[in-house]
C-alpha cells in the first residue's frame, strides 16, 4: 500500500486483521446499512470552488474548540469497545490524541477508567446517554468530572438502540465472543441491573439543564439533523451542536450528515458551534465539512481501524489525516480554517 492510500486502506486492513464479529461489529449499520453505506460518498457529492493566486506559504489548521484552540481540525468520536480492537483501547487513542494536540470524546460505555484516560494529559469529554432514572447517570458523570472532562456530549439519537443484524454465516455478534470486562467500566457495579437505567425515553430540552446542573460542563448535544431541533437545543443551552447520524448505527435512511449540515449551519446562525460526523475518511472530506460552516468534525470509524495497529497506527492516521486537510486547504487557496467558508455553493442536495 503507497503512503498516499494508507489511510483510504484502512478499513480493509481492519477487515483481515480483525476477528470478524469485531470488524462487523465496528462496521455496520442500523437495519440495511443504507446511511452507513451512503455516508462517506455523500461528502463527494458536494464540489470545491478553489480559489488561486492566495499566498499558501503557511497555513494553519488549527480550529477553536468551544474556547480552545486544537491544532487539528478534527476530533476522536466515542465509541465502546475500544479494546476489543487493541488490548491499549482507549488508553492508545488517547496518547495518540494528546501527542497530535487533538480533542478525544469518550464514550462512556468505555473500557478504560477515565481516571487512566485524564492522565495522559489528553484534551477530553466525556460522552453520556442518559437513562430513565437521571440520577443514576451522576455518579459516572462526576467520576468524568474528577478525571478532567472540559464538556459532556448528550447523545440524543438514542431513544432505543437501532437494530443490527449479524452478516456473517454463523450467525455470530460481537456480544457473544466479547468479554465484558472490557465495557462500561465506569458505571457503577450492578448498574445495569437497577431499575431505571433503561435508556430514556422521554429525553428533552430540560435535561440539558439538568446536565449543565449536575456536572458544571458545557452541554453538547450530539445527534442532531434538522435545523429545527438544533435551534430548539441551542434556546435549550447547548453550548454546542453535533451533527450526526450515529455512524449510521440507528435509524436506517437518516439524511446522510454531508446533507444535513448546511440546515444546521443555517438554523443555528453563529449563535454556537456546529460540529459534525458521519463517513470523514479523509482531507478533502474534513475541508468540505469546514467549508459548509462546521467548526471541527470528528471521526467515528477510522480511529477504530487504524486502532488494529495500537497508538502507532493512530498517531500515523491522525498526522496523514491533518497533511490531507493541509494540503487540501492549500489547494484552494485558503491558509486558515475560516478561509474555508464560500469554498462551497450550498445548493442542497436531497437525502443520501
Ligand atoms: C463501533 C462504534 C461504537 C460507537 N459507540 C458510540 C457511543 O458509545 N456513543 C456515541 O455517542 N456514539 C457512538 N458511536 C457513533 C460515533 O460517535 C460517531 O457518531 C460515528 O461513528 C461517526 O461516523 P463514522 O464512523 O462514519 O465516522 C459509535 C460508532 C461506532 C462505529
Known sequence: MSDARWLAGLEEQARARLPAPVFEYVVQGARDSTTADAAAASWRRWVLH????????????????????????????PSTLQRAIHPDGELAVARAVAAADGLLVVSSNAGTPFRQ????????????????DRTLAEPLLH?????????????????????????????????????????????????????????????????????????????????VLRGDDAARAVDAGAA????????????????????????????????????????????????????LGADTTFLGRLPLYALVEGEPGVRRMLAELHAQTLETLRLCGATRVDDTRGLIDPQPFAGL
Open 143 to 223: 467520576r468524568a468530572v474528577e478525571a478532567g472532562a472540559d464538556a459532556v456530549v448528550l447523545t440524543v439519537d438514542t431513544p432505543v438502540v437501532g437494530t443490527k443484524y449479524a452478516r456473517n454465516p454463523e450467525g455470530t455478534v460481537i456480544w457473544d465472543v466479547v468479554d465484558p470486562a472490557l465495557l462500561r467500566v465506569n458505571f457503577d457495579p450492578g448498574y445495569d441491573d437497577a431499575p431505571g437505567s433503561e435508556k430514556a425515553l422521554d429525553l428533552g430540552p430540560h435535561d440539558l439543564d439538568w446536565l449543565t446542573t449536575t456536572t458544571g460542563l458545557p452541554v453538547v448535544v450530539k445527534g
Open 117 to 132: 484516560i485524564g492522565e495522559t494529559g489528553v484534551r477530553w469529554w466525556v460522552q453520556s446517554y442518559l437513562p430513565a
Open 240 to 291: 454546542a451542536v453535533w451533527v450526526s447520524n450515529h455512524g449510521g448505527r440507528q435509524l436506517d435512511r437518516a439524511v446522510s450528515t454531508a446533507a444535513a449540515l448546511p440546515g444546521v449551519v443555517a438554523a443555528v446562525a453563529g449563535r454556537v458551534q456546529v460540529y459534525v460526523d458521519g463517513g470523514v475518511r479523509s482531507g478533502l472530506d474534513v475541508a468540505t465539512a469546514l467549508a
Open 50 to 77: 478553489p480559489r488561486v493566486l492566495r499566498d499558501v506559504t503557511t497555513v494553519d489548521v488549527s480550529t477553536d474548540v468551544l474556547g480552545r484552540r486544537t491544532a487539528v481540525p478534527f476530533g476522536v468520536a
